[in-house]
Protein backbone atom coordinates (compact mmCIF):
# COMPACT_ATOMS: atom_id res chain seq x y z
CA UNK A 1 0.00 0.00 0.00
CA UNK A 2 2.59 2.48 1.14
CA UNK A 3 4.94 1.71 -1.77
CA UNK A 4 1.78 2.11 -4.33
CA UNK A 5 0.64 5.38 -2.64
CA UNK A 6 4.60 7.01 -2.72
CA UNK A 7 5.36 5.69 -6.01
CA UNK A 8 2.58 8.29 -7.50
CA UNK A 9 3.71 11.21 -5.39
CA UNK A 10 7.29 10.51 -6.14
CA UNK A 11 6.39 10.19 -10.07
CA UNK A 12 5.14 13.90 -9.82
CA UNK A 13 8.10 15.19 -9.28
CA UNK A 14 7.70 16.94 -6.09
CA UNK A 15 10.90 17.97 -3.92
CA UNK A 16 8.59 17.87 -0.79
CA UNK A 17 5.88 15.82 0.34
CA UNK A 18 3.13 16.53 2.69
CA UNK A 19 0.49 13.40 3.05
CA UNK A 20 -2.69 13.69 4.90
CA UNK A 21 -2.87 10.35 6.77
CA UNK A 22 -6.85 9.68 7.93
CA UNK A 23 -7.74 8.00 10.82
CA UNK A 24 -10.83 6.55 12.23
CA UNK A 25 -14.26 4.68 10.96
CA UNK A 26 -14.42 6.73 7.51
CA UNK A 27 -9.88 5.89 7.11
CA UNK A 28 -8.11 2.73 5.44
CA UNK A 29 -6.73 2.78 8.68
CA UNK A 30 -8.77 2.63 11.18
CA UNK A 31 -6.72 3.32 14.22
CA UNK A 32 -3.91 5.93 15.05
CA UNK A 33 -1.17 3.16 15.64
CA UNK A 34 -2.14 1.72 12.14
CA UNK A 35 -2.07 5.15 10.62
CA UNK A 36 0.87 6.03 11.99
CA UNK A 37 2.93 3.06 11.16
CA UNK A 38 2.00 3.60 7.34
CA UNK A 39 2.94 7.01 7.95
CA UNK A 40 6.07 6.05 9.11
CA UNK A 41 6.87 3.72 6.06
CA UNK A 42 5.56 6.35 3.38
CA UNK A 43 8.10 9.06 5.02
CA UNK A 44 10.81 6.38 5.27
CA UNK A 45 10.39 5.45 1.40
CA UNK A 46 10.03 9.39 0.60
CA UNK A 47 13.23 10.01 2.48
CA UNK A 48 15.12 7.21 0.68
CA UNK A 49 14.36 8.86 -2.77
CA UNK A 50 16.07 12.37 -1.91
CA UNK A 51 12.59 13.81 -0.93
CA UNK A 52 11.31 16.05 2.59
CA UNK A 53 8.72 14.34 3.37
CA UNK A 54 6.39 14.69 6.34
CA UNK A 55 2.51 13.35 7.35
CA UNK A 56 -0.15 14.43 9.47
CA UNK A 57 -2.15 12.19 11.26
CA UNK A 58 -5.64 13.31 10.81
CA UNK A 59 -9.31 12.93 12.21
CA UNK A 60 -12.03 10.61 9.94
CA UNK A 61 -14.21 9.06 12.64
CA UNK A 62 -16.77 12.37 11.72
CA UNK A 63 -16.53 14.27 8.49
CA UNK A 64 -15.03 17.57 8.47
CA UNK A 65 -16.96 20.68 7.82
CA UNK A 66 -21.00 20.28 7.15
CA UNK A 67 -20.90 18.63 3.54
CA UNK A 68 -20.97 15.51 1.90
CA UNK A 69 -21.20 15.56 -2.07
CA UNK A 70 -20.07 17.01 -4.59
CA UNK A 71 -21.33 20.87 -5.29
CA UNK A 72 -21.87 20.72 -1.23
CA UNK A 73 -18.00 19.84 -0.69
CA UNK A 74 -17.01 22.59 -3.13
CA UNK A 75 -19.18 25.61 -1.73
CA UNK A 76 -17.75 24.62 1.67
CA UNK A 77 -14.35 24.42 0.13
CA UNK A 78 -14.68 28.12 -1.00
CA UNK A 79 -16.05 29.31 2.28
CA UNK A 80 -13.10 27.81 4.15
CA UNK A 81 -11.14 30.07 1.32
CA UNK A 82 -13.21 33.53 1.66
CA UNK A 83 -12.64 33.05 5.81
CA UNK A 84 -16.11 31.65 7.11
CA UNK A 85 -15.80 28.15 6.70
CA UNK A 86 -16.38 25.68 9.35
CA UNK A 87 -13.98 25.82 12.40
CA UNK A 88 -13.05 22.07 11.95
CA UNK A 89 -12.29 22.22 8.46
CA UNK A 90 -11.03 25.87 8.57
CA UNK A 91 -8.18 24.42 11.24
CA UNK A 92 -7.49 21.10 9.56
CA UNK A 93 -6.61 22.94 6.23
CA UNK A 94 -4.58 25.73 8.06
CA UNK A 95 -2.23 23.09 9.86
CA UNK A 96 -1.75 21.29 6.36
CA UNK A 97 -0.99 24.86 4.37
CA UNK A 98 1.24 25.40 7.32
CA UNK A 99 3.33 22.12 7.35
CA UNK A 100 3.39 22.27 3.61
CA UNK A 101 5.13 25.69 3.51
CA UNK A 102 7.59 24.86 6.19
CA UNK A 103 8.59 21.67 3.96
CA UNK A 104 9.27 24.39 1.24
CA UNK A 105 11.78 26.12 3.92
CA UNK A 106 9.47 29.10 4.17
CA UNK A 107 9.63 29.78 7.83
CA UNK A 108 8.84 28.31 11.51
CA UNK A 109 5.81 26.74 11.89
CA UNK A 110 4.39 29.84 13.56
CA UNK A 111 5.44 32.36 10.44
CA UNK A 112 3.70 29.05 8.24
CA UNK A 113 0.56 29.20 10.56
CA UNK A 114 0.32 33.06 9.84
CA UNK A 115 1.24 33.14 5.80
CA UNK A 116 -1.56 30.66 5.50
CA UNK A 117 -4.45 32.85 7.41
CA UNK A 118 -3.07 35.77 5.53
CA UNK A 119 -4.06 34.86 2.30
CA UNK A 120 -7.09 33.87 3.34
CA UNK A 121 -7.74 37.20 5.44
CA UNK A 122 -6.65 39.15 1.87
CA UNK A 123 -9.02 37.10 -0.28
CA UNK A 124 -5.30 35.97 -2.37
CA UNK A 125 -6.10 32.16 -1.60
CA UNK A 126 -9.38 31.97 -3.11
CA UNK A 127 -8.58 34.55 -6.07
CA UNK A 128 -5.74 31.67 -6.79
CA UNK A 129 -8.03 28.89 -6.60
CA UNK A 130 -10.54 30.55 -8.95
CA UNK A 131 -7.14 30.96 -11.35
CA UNK A 132 -6.88 27.34 -11.75
CA UNK A 133 -10.48 26.79 -11.94
CA UNK A 134 -10.04 28.74 -15.31
CA UNK A 135 -7.08 27.17 -16.56
CA UNK A 136 -8.45 23.67 -16.55
CA UNK A 137 -11.39 25.27 -18.17
CA UNK A 138 -13.94 25.30 -15.26
CA UNK A 139 -17.26 27.87 -14.45
CA UNK A 140 -15.97 30.30 -12.01
CA UNK A 141 -19.14 32.36 -11.34
CA UNK A 142 -20.50 28.99 -9.44
CA UNK A 143 -17.62 29.75 -7.20
CA UNK A 144 -19.14 33.38 -6.58
CA UNK A 145 -22.84 32.71 -6.50
CA UNK A 146 -23.91 28.77 -5.27
CA UNK A 147 -27.47 29.11 -6.79
CA UNK A 148 -25.90 28.26 -10.02
CA UNK A 149 -24.71 25.20 -9.55
CA UNK A 150 -27.06 22.63 -10.59
CA UNK A 151 -29.58 22.29 -7.42
CA UNK A 152 -31.38 18.82 -5.96
CA UNK A 153 -34.50 17.83 -6.97
CA UNK A 154 -35.75 17.00 -3.74
CA UNK A 155 -34.51 17.28 0.11
CA UNK A 156 -34.87 15.32 3.50
CA UNK A 157 -34.75 16.23 7.04
CA UNK A 158 -33.32 13.41 8.81
CA UNK A 159 -34.57 14.21 12.63
CA UNK A 160 -33.69 13.45 15.91
CA UNK A 161 -35.73 10.60 17.69
CA UNK A 162 -34.64 11.38 21.38
CA UNK A 163 -33.00 13.78 23.68
CA UNK A 164 -29.33 13.62 23.58
CA UNK A 165 -26.02 13.95 22.46
CA UNK A 166 -24.10 12.65 19.65
CA UNK A 167 -21.47 10.29 21.04
CA UNK A 168 -21.10 7.97 17.55
CA UNK A 169 -21.77 9.59 13.73
CA UNK A 170 -20.24 6.75 11.39
CA UNK A 171 -18.21 8.67 9.10
CA UNK A 172 -18.57 5.33 6.59
CA UNK A 173 -22.17 4.89 6.89
CA UNK A 174 -22.30 8.45 6.48
CA UNK A 175 -20.66 7.93 3.40
CA UNK A 176 -22.46 5.20 2.01
CA UNK A 177 -25.16 7.07 2.98
CA UNK A 178 -23.91 9.80 0.29
CA UNK A 179 -23.87 7.30 -2.30
CA UNK A 180 -27.25 5.45 -2.03
CA UNK A 181 -28.28 9.62 -2.80
CA UNK A 182 -26.16 9.23 -5.90
CA UNK A 183 -23.37 11.26 -4.51
CA UNK A 184 -20.81 8.20 -5.27
CA UNK A 185 -20.96 5.25 -7.30
CA UNK A 186 -22.36 1.73 -6.50
CA UNK A 187 -21.09 0.28 -10.15
CA UNK A 188 -18.54 1.26 -11.93
CA UNK A 189 -20.68 2.51 -14.64
CA UNK A 190 -23.19 4.47 -12.20
CA UNK A 191 -23.40 8.47 -12.84
CA UNK A 192 -22.73 11.12 -10.24
CA UNK A 193 -25.40 13.37 -8.94
CA UNK A 194 -23.67 16.12 -8.63
CA UNK A 195 -26.03 18.18 -6.43
CA UNK A 196 -27.03 15.03 -4.24
CA UNK A 197 -25.08 14.41 -0.66
CA UNK A 198 -25.59 15.32 2.84
CA UNK A 199 -25.67 18.90 5.06
CA UNK A 200 -24.91 17.69 8.63
CA UNK A 201 -26.29 20.01 10.95
CA UNK A 202 -25.66 18.11 14.16
CA UNK A 203 -22.11 16.20 14.32
CA UNK A 204 -20.23 14.32 16.93
CA UNK A 205 -20.48 16.05 20.66
CA UNK A 206 -23.56 17.81 19.50
CA UNK A 207 -26.84 17.99 22.20
CA UNK A 208 -29.91 17.28 19.94
CA UNK A 209 -33.46 17.32 20.62
CA UNK A 210 -36.27 14.81 19.28
CA UNK A 211 -37.83 16.19 16.29
CA UNK A 212 -34.93 18.50 15.77
CA UNK A 213 -33.11 17.96 12.45
CA UNK A 214 -29.49 16.34 12.42
CA UNK A 215 -29.10 16.48 8.54
CA UNK A 216 -30.40 17.01 5.47
CA UNK A 217 -30.44 14.56 2.50
CA UNK A 218 -30.35 15.85 -0.73
CA UNK A 219 -31.18 13.85 -4.19
CA UNK A 220 -32.88 13.64 -7.76
CA UNK A 221 -35.54 10.51 -6.54
CA UNK A 222 -37.42 10.53 -2.86
CA UNK A 223 -36.96 7.16 -2.83
CA UNK A 224 -33.43 6.99 -2.05
CA UNK A 225 -34.30 8.77 1.54
CA UNK A 226 -35.51 6.04 3.25
CA UNK A 227 -32.03 3.19 2.23
CA UNK A 228 -29.81 6.34 2.83
CA UNK A 229 -31.81 7.49 6.23
CA UNK A 230 -31.64 3.86 7.25
CA UNK A 231 -27.76 3.64 6.22
CA UNK A 232 -26.57 7.06 8.42
CA UNK A 233 -28.96 6.23 11.37
CA UNK A 234 -26.93 2.95 11.66
CA UNK A 235 -23.71 4.88 12.49
CA UNK A 236 -25.89 7.31 14.96
CA UNK A 237 -25.91 6.94 18.51
CA UNK A 238 -26.98 9.75 20.93
CA UNK A 239 -26.92 9.72 24.72
CA UNK A 240 -27.62 11.36 28.01
CA UNK A 241 -23.89 12.55 28.53
CA UNK A 242 -21.54 14.42 26.10
CA UNK A 243 -18.56 12.56 24.69
CA UNK A 244 -15.09 13.25 25.06
CA UNK A 245 -14.26 14.65 21.49
CA UNK A 246 -11.12 13.34 19.62
CA UNK A 247 -8.26 15.72 18.07
CA UNK A 248 -8.40 16.76 14.94
CA UNK A 249 -5.21 15.72 14.37
CA UNK A 250 -2.93 13.34 16.01
CA UNK A 251 0.60 13.06 15.26
CA UNK A 252 2.75 14.62 12.78
CA UNK A 253 5.45 11.84 11.25
CA UNK A 254 8.36 13.46 9.87
CA UNK A 255 12.09 11.36 9.43
CA UNK A 256 13.10 12.88 12.94
CA UNK A 257 10.18 10.52 14.38
CA UNK A 258 6.55 11.24 15.53
CA UNK A 259 4.78 14.07 17.64
CA UNK A 260 2.04 13.45 19.06
CA UNK A 261 -0.46 15.87 20.08
Do not use: W
Not at 185 to 209: N, P, Q, W
Request: glycine content about 8%; aromatic content about 4%; overall charge negative.
Amino acid sequence: IASSIMSKKLASGSDAILLDVTTGTGAFMKTVDQSIELAKLMVSIGTHHGRRVAAMITDMDTPLGHNIGNSLEVMESMDVLKGHGPADLTEVCLQLAANMLVLADKGSPAECRAMAEAVIADGSAFAKCKEMFAAQGGDTRVLDDYSLFEQPAASFELLAEQDGYIVANDAEKIGSASVLLGAGRIKKEDSIDFAAGITMHKKLGDHVSAGESICTLYADDEALFAPAEEMYRGGLVIREEKPVLPPLIYARVTSDGVEKF
